[in-house]
């Protein structure tokens, strides 16, 4: 799984090996897709979107949005990051070690608790 570009699988739920470690890979991940799913694409190239669930034949361009080109985005990115309890950051101004995503995890963890208490 550490070298899968995306994850398919026939059988699976939200909870199941295949989703769990995706999540924490980072990787799409697309489960309970039925019987003979997997076998059809074998060999060749598809694009999956874990999002919305879908898994497309072919490799589709895919761009990455940003703030910068967002107006709509811009404005949620201002509101997080000045009415989150949190700290909101863009990949690139991730906390030192180059670990922001597993930091960003712990913070999370400990903003919960601290609002449950």
């Not at 697309?30 to 034949?57: F, I, M, P, Q, S």
Request: net charge neutral; with cysteine.
């Amino acid at each position: 799984m550490l070298a899968a570009a995306a994850i398919v699988t026939e059988v699976g739920g939200a909870t199941s090996h295949a989703a769990v470690v995706s999540r924490e890979l980072g990787v799409p991940c697309v489960v309970g897709c039925g019987e003979g799913t997997v076998t059809a694409l074998d060999g060749g190239t598809v694009t999956v979107c874990g999002d919305t669930g879908e898994v497309l034949r072919g490799e589709l361009p895919v761009h990455t949005v940003s703030e910068v080109d967002d107006e709509d985005l811009r404005l949620l990115t201002r509101w997080a990051r000045a009415f989150a309890p949190l700290a909101a950051w863009r990949p690139d101004e991730a906390p030192a070690g180059g670990r922001g995503r597993p930091r960003a995890r712990r913070l999370v963890g400990r903003g919960c608790r601290e609002r449950l208490a």
